[in-house]
């Protein structure tokens, strides 16, 4: 075959090659030379006069009148003596390999390399580390390189393979003594290696014959007993086994398997025996093993010598090159007798084509009868003993191979000898072809139409060989992969999947990203049809790492073709091959990859098996929930949380979903929480729910954090985990409404008989997600209407006696929110409003009867609002704390009819009149005014509670009424203001108490503040100038202090003409007259409230004419007070005055500026470094210091 590679047409290899000829045609060979030259003909070709005679040892090669081309190149060379002749350097290349001549070869390639002249056959040989490998026997393509029957180069895998030497090194110009000694080494480890070869092989032999001693007896003693078995076989057995285990899934019997042999490596076949050849795999040994298997015959080395007769014809001794005339002409007879053969065997397949041609005819004749019959008529189920012929199996991996047409007819005639069997195959075909499923049906039917599958022949005599050389001019690649590829047509579903596993990964790279999202269904059938297991795992991973980032629409294709491949293959296969890819990418650099990691877990959950979803599945997810940095991959985790928990049942695994609960509770992001409530908290609630520990364990645990958590706020309540573990218990309360409900005495009697009166839209709070809808807890709307119903009448007329699961809840859970809401801080807006939409969400679901009779008269009995009680409750605590707030916001204000509406007003009138009588602090009432102001529709509800309190005949609670005013302005229109709320103010503005008429004065300012009305403005504004400027107000400290502290909160924020027409002019004649108080506490007083006045109004554009008739006076009359009382104020003073005259003299000189920060904008380092050291030391209100960083809004 090697000759076969040489060009025939290349008569030289170079021009200077030409010249060397020439100058050697005239010099006279010697006998010895001419010898040689006879004896290259079975190695090389001839002279390149005949080139013809270069084209053989090729199975593809033609013949000449059906002489063979071998043959004729014999007799060329033989006869050839006396011509000139002259071989190539390719040919010359060939024969040292041939001969294993390896380093005289190397030589070769190394002068022609350094002469520029390279050979592509050295260059290739030496360039492959395959060629230098060590093997036993000689491999199948070892012809086909042109390498001998020894085998190719012994080497051992350190030593460097020759492609990667410097060939420069070792030329004849270079260091000949490295040369050699690169020559001996490589010959003596060749030794070497042989040694321990034959040493194996002796120690195979002794562990084939060895048998134990005891074994030897028992089989002596016992004749009629099986031969023991050896060691040798015992491994064997042992690694096919095994083999066997891992190829079917059975991976944890084979992992037991090899813990029971652990002195063997089932890993290693040379473990076994060394030197052995590798048998079939277990289920060939069992399909060969009815079949008369063919007696092994030791091999020998294709070296020795035999006689030539038994040669065939193509076969390329191994002598050496000086042969005798006697060899060559016993080679010339063997050619002759081949030649006859050949004449033969033609003839006799030109009879059996014909025949195959004719019996073709016949079947396509059957086939035609046979389908026209109707399929129902023929039903034929032989069996196994009676079945007339044997039939192939349908998926036998088998390809139709169109490389070679000539060899693919002359194999289908060998096999068609006998046109007896051929018929009964066909007829058997048939006949079982109706009788098998559909599937089969239409395997068989293709079988059938390949095989039937017919081409016309030319009636012409060209020999085949010709023919073959002939259609070798078309141009098709089959050396190639893809070549290969195409070559073959898959005749089988698993030769598909094969040919599919074998293109996919080539296939995918080269698809656009934005459209691989097609190529989805291909990979997941391949992956779930494909017999090989790394095959399906490289496929998996190509789809896990199909797109680089993919998004929503993608990872959504993604994951319904994991569930389908799930659902197809079982949970094993999920185990062993889907979740390992989920684990490779859970730290993705992309975030997308990890979302999919995260989605894939959830969506695989009900298809992995129940033990793998509690622990690995569990531990990955609580990983990424713990350390992923991308919000959107924690929110997916958290949702996949939740599925895993609905798939769950090992109630072992409740404390670490509690903990999971909290820390997804606690995440950072707003997306992970929200996913927390809408999936995860409901899953685990149901769990909970059938493990029965929801009122038992989940809620109890929930509570006894927050009383913790309270207990531990005394100085500063974490009001961030307070509201974690509340929004939780507000997650829960659908799930403890349907446990009442599936648990009431009841809920036997629940059927869905007659007309059930359908469920109001506003009888639940809308839920946060579908989990949480207390239909779909229980099953469906109509059950849980029936529930319903059964529920209201079992509360309103039945009683609760033996109903456990309620009387938790009113025994146990009530009392203890109860209590827990007494000792929140009122002050905290964020803590009322938690609590207050957890009572209301929680009377809303469980109902206005359960309100009613269980909610309300516990709050009643806590709070004691009769009116014998008025009077002593100065020391009734519970009015004072967020109680209060709770039960009118989160109670009184689930049901919105007449009597609720009149029940909320008695108890804030109730409320109002008990606080103002006791003296007691009005913080509760704030905090429910200021709850219900958020909402519009409670703003006339609470008017006409203020109303109630102008009205009233104690002064004290028309001073608390005035003072509720100002938190109801700012969330009431502007037309309420103006109808209800001036005229109230107005009213109280009058009154015969002083303390009412200044406490009217915050509501005023605030009205100032946010109104923008002229005609309330204004009469806001003659209501505060009475104040001012009556004279018998002159002396009304408590009404100056009140003035000065309004001015100072609303004048940044009011209206700028009422701020420069009447507040700095007020302001400016109220620190005037200070500077002649005699009394010094309320000289220090109203000094205290002018200094934050100025501050805050500091911050706010004043014109130039108002800052020296007003502004600069009145800080000099406030500075003049500070002086003497407080110098600390006065060194802040002194700055702000300083920088307000520089501004005025800048204005004066055209450059005007904008509106400056007075107290933030000081020239002079020193004075700024002075100025916030002096704002540090002050123990004025926090609140008002704040005004003096404010901007005008």
Request: include cysteine; charged fraction near 20%.
């Amino acid at each position: 075959m090697a000759a076969g590679n040489v060009n025939p047409f290349n008569v030289s290899d170079s021009e200077e090659e030409a010249e060397q000829r020439q100058d050697g045609a005239d010099t006279e060979r010697s006998p010895s030379d001419e010898a040689q030259g006879h004896s290259l003909g079975p190695f090389s070709p001839p002279a390149y006069s005949e080139p013809a005679a270069l084209l053989s040892s090729n199975r593809t090669s033609p013949s000449v009148d059906g002489i063979p081309a071998s043959a004729a190149a014999v007799a060329g060379i033989g006869g050839g003596g006396a011509a000139e002749t002259r071989v190539s350097l390719d040919a010359i290349a060939a024969q040292l390999l041939r001969d294993q001549y390896i380093l005289t070869a190397l030589e070769l390639h190394t002068e022609l390399l350094e002469a520029g002249r390279e050979l592509p056959r050295l260059r290739d040989y030496f360039s492959n580390p395959g060629n230098f490998e060590r093997q036993s026997g000689t491999p199948p393509a070892s012809k086909e390189q042109g390498v001998g029957p020894g085998g190719p180069l012994n080497r051992a895998g350190s030593i460097s393979t020759l492609d990667s030497l410097d060939f420069a090194r070792y030329s004849d110009d270079g260091n000949r003594e490295s040369d050699e000694r690169v020559a001996v080494l490589e010959f003596e480890l060749r030794k070497a290696r042989e040694t321990i070869q034959a040493l194996r092989a002796n120690l195979t032999q002794a562990a084939e014959c060895e048998i134990p001693s005891q074994e030897r007896k028992n089989y002596k003693s016992s004749p009629e007993n099986q031969e023991p078995i050896r060691a040798l076989e015992k491994r064997a057995l042992n690694f096919l086994v095994n083999e066997y285990l891992l190829k079917n899934e059975c991976k944890l019997t084979s992992i037991t398997f090899s813990d029971e042999n652990d002195d063997q490596d089932f890993e290693l076949w040379d473990d076994v025996g060394l030197n052995i050849p590798k048998p079939p795999d277990l289920l060939q040994l069992y399909r060969n093993s009815g079949n008369s298997l063919p007696l092994h015959r030791d091999t020998v080395d294709m070296a020795v010598s035999v006689d030539p007769n038994d040669l065939p014809g193509d076969y390329f001794t191994q002598e050496p090159v000086q042969q005798t005339e006697a060899i060559q002409q016993q080679q010339d007879e063997v050619a002759q007798k081949l030649e006859y053969q050949i004449s033969l065997l033609n003839s006799e397949k030109q009879s059996l084509a014909e025949q195959i041609k004719k019996l073709q005819s016949d079947i396509q004749v059957l086939q035609r009868n046979v389908s026209s019959e109707p399929t129902s008529a023929v039903k034929l189920t032989p069996s196994k003993g009676d079945t007339p012929c044997g039939k192939p199996p349908l998926d036998n991996g088998q390809y139709l191979d169109i490389r070679g047409v000539t060899e693919t007819d002359s194999s289908s005639d060998a096999n068609t000898t006998k046109t007896s069997t051929t018929t009964a195959t066909t007829d058997c075909t048939e006949s079982t072809t109706t009788a098998t499923q559909p599937h089969s049906k239409l395997k068989s039917q293709s079988q059938q139409s390949k095989t039937s599958v017919q081409f016309d022949q030319p009636n012409r005599k060209l020999s085949p060989a010709f023919h073959q050389a002939l259609l070798s001019f078309c141009r098709m690649s089959t050396d190639s992969r893809l070549g290969s590829e195409v070559s073959r047509i898959a005749d089988s579903e698993q030769s598909v999947m094969l040919m599919l596993g074998r293109c996919l990964p080539h296939i995918v790279p080269n698809v656009l990203l934005a459209k691989r999202e097609e190529l989805i269904p291909l990979i997941l059938c391949t992956a779930c049809l494909h017999p090989e297991p790394k095959e399906r795992d490289q496929l998996l991973h190509i789809l896990f790492n199909l797109i680089k980032r993919p998004d929503d629409e993608q990872r959504q294709m993604i994951l319904t073709g994991c569930v389908a491949f799930a659902q197809h293959v079982g949970p094993t296969r999920v185990e062993a091959e889907l979740l390992p890819q989920c684990w490779e990418q859970i730290n993705h650099k992309y975030p997308e990859r990890r979302l999919l990691v995260a989605e894939a877990c959830g969506a695989l959950a009900p298809y992995l098996p129940k033990e793998i979803r509690s622990s690995l599945v569990l531990s990955m997810l609580q990983q990424m929930l713990a350390e992923d940095k991308a919000d959107m991959v924690r929110e997916a985790v958290v949702k996949s949380l939740g599925i895993i928990m609905g798939y769950i049942d090992d109630p072992d695994k409740y404390s670490q979903g509690f903990e999971l609960m909290l820390l997804s509770l606690g995440d950072p992001s707003e997306r992970v929480v929200s996913a927390t409530h809408q999936v995860f908290i409901p899953a685990f609630a149901a769990w909970c729910t059938e493990l029965g520990n929801l009122q038992s364990q989940l809620i109890p645990s929930l509570l006894t954090r927050i009383e913790k958590l309270l207990k531990q706020g005394e100085y500063g309540l974490d009001e961030h985990k307070l509201h974690m573990y509340l929004s939780a218990l507000q997650s829960l309360i659908p799930s403890l409404f349907a446990v009442l409900l599936q648990n009431a005495p009841f809920t036997s009697r629940a059927k869905l008989q007659g007309d059930v009166p359908p469920i109001e839209v506003t009888r639940f709070p809308r839920p946060a997600s579908p989990l949480q809808d207390v239909a779909t807890i229980v099953g469906s709307r109509e059950q849980l209407a029936v529930l319903l119903q059964l529920y209201d009448h079992q509360l309103q007329h039945e009683g609760t006696t033996g109903w456990d699961s309620l009387l938790w809840v009113v025994n146990q859970f009530l009392p203890q929110l109860i209590e827990i809401v007494g000792r929140i801080n009122v002050t905290s807006s964020t803590c009322v409003h938690e609590f207050s939409r957890f009572f209301w969400r929680l009377c809303r679901t469980f109902g206005k009867i359960f309100t009613n009779t269980k909610v309300k008269p516990q709050f009643q009995e806590i709070l004691r609002l009769s009116e014998e009680n008025v009077d002593a409750s100065a020391g009734n605590g519970i009015l004072t704390k967020a109680t209060v707030p709770i039960y009118a916001t989160g109670v009184l204000t689930c049901y919105n009819q007449e009597e609720d509406r009149k029940l909320l007003i008695g108890f804030l009138e109730d409320v109002m009149t008990t606080l103002s009588l006791s003296h007691a602090p009005l913080d509760s009432l704030k905090a429910s005014f200021v709850e219900l102001g958020a909402n519009p529709a409670f703003h006339e509800l609470l008017l006409t509670v203020l109303w109630y309190g102008v009205v009233h005949t104690s002064a004290l609670v028309r001073c608390t009424a005035a003072r509720m005013f100002e938190l109801l302005v700012k969330g009431v229109n502007e037309t309420l203001v103006a109808q209800r709320v001036v005229p109230a103010l107005i009213t109280l503005s009058s009154d015969p108490e002083i303390s009412v008429r200044i406490s009217t004065i915050p509501a005023f300012g605030t009205i100032m503040e946010t109104i923008t009305q002229k005609e309330l403005l204004e009469r806001v504004k003659m209501q505060l100038a009475s104040f001012l400027e009556d004279p018998q107000y002159q002396d009304q400290h408590s009404l100056h202090m009140e003035i000065i502290k309004t001015f100072g909160r609303v004048g940044p924020n009011a209206e700028p003409r009422f701020r420069d027409e009447f507040v700095l002019p007020h302001l400016h004649k109220l620190a005037l007259c200070n500077n002649q108080q005699t009394v010094e506490s309320k000289r220090i007083d109203i000094a205290t409230q002018l200094f934050e006045a100025y501050s805050a109004l500091s911050c706010c554009f004043i014109s130039e004419e108002l800052m020296v008739n007003h502004f600069l006076p009145g800080l000099r009359c406030l500075k003049t007070d500070m002086e003497q009382l407080s110098p600390e104020h006065e060194v802040i003073l002194s700055s702000m005055i300083k920088e307000c005259e520089i501004k005025v003299e800048n204005k004066a000189i055209g450059e005007a500026q904008g509106s400056i920060s007075i107290a933030a904008s000081l020239v002079g380092e020193d004075a700024k470094t002075k100025f916030l050291s002096k704002m540090g030391q002050l123990t004025t209100s926090g609140a008002m210091l704040a005004n003096v960083f404010q901007r005008k809004k």
